[in-house]
């Protein structure tokens, strides 16, 4: 990491600005958050995280803070637009847009969002590498310093029981999650959280690496751990909330000039 680009990171005076969270409308910020939101969804169909109707992503409305924004069930990530986003409140009514809410969605992100105030984003999807480490009931070691951000800072919910349609399961998941950025749900797949949509977005994506990177590490023989000191300091730095801001920043900009009808 260049010198810059660590000031940024580790200036915290830097990071409201950088997280969007500069003095704006209502309007403003739940546009910036709506387009973030369909870019992210790109994203992840151009990496390979959807999976026929699976998984979801979620946006808290700046305004209406039990209400999230939500992409409709059916409509791919690979063409996800602005305008095809749907507005949930807690109760499951979809009160803005059109289209099908996922059950799973609503029943996952509306606990989440209801225990973490904190939480402006949660992202889950049936990613590959993901669920493959699920599968294995284990959190992810400190073997690369990219995994770093996850130490100490994620959980395992090895609570499998199916389908999540029961408000019991979200539940469980919420209080599972605690206050971490992430949790391995075991049998399932991943889900992340963040202060905005692009740290959500980008813990999502630098979680799934780290899954396929210990698998391929593990297939090869046995990964040398980084010691307990030198994973948290890293966490510092590469786990932060403006961190995982500024890393999504290359791969909204990419997406957007490519696809802009996302904004539409």
Request: charged residues 25%.
């Amino acid at each position: 990491m260049n010198e810059a680009v660590n000031d940024i990171i580790m200036n915290a005076d830097a990071a409201p600005e950088m997280m969007g969270d500069t003095e704006r409308s209502f309007e403003e910020e739940r546009l910036e958050r709506k387009q973030k939101l369909a870019a992210a969804l790109r994203v992840f169909g151009r990496f390979g995280f959807d999976e026929g109707v699976a998984g979801h992503f979620t946006a808290r409305d700046p305004e209406h803070t039990d209400h999230f924004w939500v992409n409709p069930m059916g409509r791919s990530f690979k063409q996800m637009r602005v305008s095809d986003l749907l507005l949930v409140n807690h109760k499951g009514e979809v009160v803005e847009g059109d289209g099908l809410l996922n059950g799973a969605a609503f029943t996952i992100h509306a606990h989440i969002h209801k225990a973490r105030p904190d939480v402006v984003a949660a992202a889950h999807t049936h990613s590959t590498y993901g669920k493959t480490w699920s599968s294995l009931g284990r959190p992810l070691d400190p073997i690369t310093q990219d995994v770093c951000a996850f130490y100490d800072d994620h959980v395992l919910f090895d609570d499998f029981t199916g389908v999540v349609l029961d408000n019991s399961e979200g539940e469980r998941i919420a209080t599972a999650l605690g206050d971490n950025k992430a949790a391995i749900l075991q049998n399932h797949g991943l889900l992340t959280v963040g202060q905005s949509v692009d740290e959500a977005a980008w813990w999502f994506v630098t979680m799934e690496r780290s899954c396929q990177a210990q698998l391929m590490a593990e297939a090869a023989g046995t990964p040398k751990l980084i010691s307990p000191e030198i994973a948290a300091e890293a966490r510092e730095t590469v786990g932060s909330n403006i961190a995982g801001w500024f890393s999504f920043q290359p791969l909204y900009q990419v997406i957007v000039a490519e696809q802009p009808d996302l904004l539409d």
